[in-house]
């Protein structure tokens, strides 16, 4: 019989081979992230790409058909899948935010680094918050060009790492020079794997030209590059004997960068690919065989929660999202949402609900099409020629539901019968029901979530004061219900509600009161002379809408003076906002010039012309930035 000293030493020793195992037993995850990218891979059916690693990773994993991103455009997307949260919950929903989350949402990679794990990301952050640096800090044991997992200071070590591949982003697919992109990116392709754009598979949303063809075959391309970079990834870490232990994520951060896909609430714009290969020593973590495909929807908002579930950590009280996979999952999702707002210089909102079939929109800014003027894209020539063409009214019914200036206030699509989002069923007797079901759950999602879009973002600035808009949202303590109440009569209800909304005393419900006129075909000339009267509204966001309201409905000259006092305020989300509308306005604002001229000055000496405009710079820095997008563009309609 041992003794008692020996009997808790072993006892010890014990325990201390427990923890080392589980160390060992908790799996690698890596990340491979496609920039800007629609399923238009082998694996998902499509047989003009040419994607033999993706589609090889398809066969031994599993394949999601119904993955969605949050948001069609980047930033919004990552701050979601960094905090597990809604970017309309915690105010980052416009691109290149400022607003700051709470401190103790350090990214879930730092959960993972508590647990012991090694993290890396190569290199994209662009958390779309004032936090971005204490999350890089927090969540990362390098970030860097150069991060990757066999940094790791020990082998056993377990590791998250992500590795973002910007091949196919936009930059790439359609805003480079056409001799940038053969040199940078299809020279790393095969001469026999560069796509003919003679032989190119058009949407029927696109025009059948030679520079569109060519273009989309551009894009084509940058996929296969892409491809081969995954490969090499795959290979690294075959090579570090390394599969057999680590659960492997492909996917892109939201539909392509080419025209009525990226910035879009369509599928187009937000199904994005997803595939899971799950090791044999994990495939009791996900319910689907190797190979298999599943029709499930997940969404952005669950992956943080996911792979905290995964890896044995538990999920802060704080995430809005629900695991997928892993240990004790039970409900699956019955919709996603997505959010659409302002980016860059070109302000919008809109919101959406998707079933496992149907697709919900609703266009709280119908007065702008889907196809705004918007400087950076607008560098790619593909661009230019949906404006020739929409111009020349040279166009399709699908190809004018894009570029037209105008969006229904409801959208209804069956993505079954209906995948490419051409035929919109809101005024279908047949789908009456199926629309309000979706409508309902959509109003029921933006209140319990307390989407803070319906904010704008100067007024939100304003009343977020020392708190995080997540803090002041979460204590229920704006008055939420009003305000959505005001922004869901855009595009519905009557003028009277409209003028009665501008009485309010709540600024916001001004605002949405303002929009309201705006986006009517035509206004009363005593809606005219009550708009006249309510330019010098307290709320800069309000009285710029209610000038736009005037401008749009032919009184301009009246409009002019607030837009150019407000071009001109301290505040550049005011001048963003103000510039936005004065350019949208074009020739009618000549008057505007001088204004637009000073505001650019001001710009360019904050952020200089030559800062490259995919380097993010938070505060005013990227506002300077969309400032002069806006300046620029009304200043060269009288260059001419």
Not at 32 to 56: H, Q, R, V, W
Not at 216 to 241: E, F, H, P, S, W
Not at 387 to 402: I, S, V
């Amino acid at each position: 019989m041992c003794s008692y000293k020996s009997a808790v030493r072993l006892l010890l020793l014990l325990l201390g081979y427990c923890v080392v195992l589980q160390a060992v037993e908790k799996p690698n995850i890596l990340w491979i992230t496609a920039e800007d990218m629609s399923p238009t891979l082998g694996c998902y059916g499509d047989t003009f790409a040419t994607t033999p690693n993706i589609d090889k990773l398809a066969k031994e994993g599993v394949l999601y058909s119904n993955a969605f991103a949050n948001a069609p455009v980047c930033s919004p997307s990552r701050s979601c899948l960094i905090t597990g949260c809604y970017p309309t919950s915690l105010s980052t929903q416009q691109m290149r935010s400022g607003f700051s989350i709470p401190k103790h949402m350090r990214g879930f990679p730092a959960l993972l680094r508590d647990q012991g794990y090694f993290t890396t990301n190569n290199v994209k952050t662009d958390y779309n918050t004032a936090n971005y640096k204490e999350i890089i800090e927090a969540s990362w044991s390098e970030n860097s060009n150069s991060a990757h997992w066999r940094n790791r200071p020990e082998s056993s070590q377990p590791f998250f790492s992500i590795f973002n591949l910007m091949t196919s982003h936009q930059s790439r697919s359609m805003v480079w020079p056409y001799k940038q992109f053969k040199k940078e990116i299809q020279s790393q392709i095969l001469a026999e794997d560069i796509h003919a754009p003679a032989d190119v598979p058009l949407p029927p949303y696109y025009p059948d030209t030679p520079l569109i063809r060519r273009e989309m075959a551009r894009y084509y391309d940058c996929v296969t590059a892409m491809d081969i970079q995954v490969g090499i990834i795959l290979k690294q870490l075959k090579n570090d004997n390394l599969k057999d232990n680590t659960i492997i994520f492909f996917f892109s951060d939201h539909g392509s960068g080419m025209p009525r896909h990226k910035r879009a609430l369509l599928d187009s714009g937000m199904h994005v690919p997803l595939i899971i290969y799950f090791p044999k020593k994990w495939q009791h973590l996900s319910p689907y065989k190797p190979g298999s495909t599943t029709d499930s929807l997940v969404s952005f908002v669950d992956f943080a929660s996911t792979i905290l579930n995964l890896t044995g950590v538990i999920n802060p009280i704080s995430m809005q999202g629900k695991p997928f996979l892993g240990p004790n999952v039970t409900t699956k999702r019955s919709y996603v949402y997505g959010h659409r707002d302002r980016v860059d210089e070109v302000r919008d909102l809109a919101r959406s609900v998707r079933d496992s079939r149907y697709l919900y929109i609703r266009n709280y800014m119908p007065h702008l099409g889907y196809n705004q003027p918007t400087a950076w894209p607008d560098k790619g020539e593909i661009r230019h020629e949906f404006y020739r063409l929409a111009k020349e009214k040279k166009m399709t019914p699908e190809q004018w539901h894009f570029a037209g200036p105008y969006r229904p206030v409801e959208e209804l699509y069956d993505c079954l019968n209906d995948p490419r989002n051409l035929k919109n069923l809101a005024k279908s007797k047949k789908h009456k029901n199926i629309l309000g079901r979706l409508r309902s759950e959509h109003i029921q999602h933006i209140t319990d979530t307390v989407d803070l879009g319906f904010l704008p973002e100067s007024e939100a600035w304003t009343m977020f004061g020392k708190r995080s808009g997540w803090e002041l949202g979460q204590s229920k303590s704006i008055p939420f219900n009003e305000i959505r109440n005001a922004a869901v009569q855009v595009g519905i209800a009557s003028e009277s509600e409209f003028l009665k909304n501008l009485e309010s005393e709540n600024s916001v419900v001004r605002y949405w009161g303002a929009i309201g006129l705006t986006a009517k075909k035509t206004i009363s000339n005593k809606a005219k002379g009550i708009l006249k009267t309510k330019l010098k509204d307290p709320s800069y966001a309000t009285r710029i809408e209610i000038a736009n309201a005037l401008a749009v409905h032919n009184e301009i000259n009246e409009a002019l003076p607030a837009l150019t006092d407000a071009v001109n305020h301290e505040n550049l989300i005011v001048v963003t906002h103000a510039a936005r509308t004065i350019e949208l306005l074009g020739e009618k604002a000549a008057v505007a010039k001088p204004a637009m001229k000073k505001a650019l000055a001001r710009a360019i000496k904050i952020r200089p012309p030559e800062t490259p405009a995919t380097v993010v710079l938070p505060g005013d820095k990227d506002l300077a930035m969309f400032v002069a997008f806006s300046c620029h563009a009304f200043l060269a309609i009288f260059e001419n």
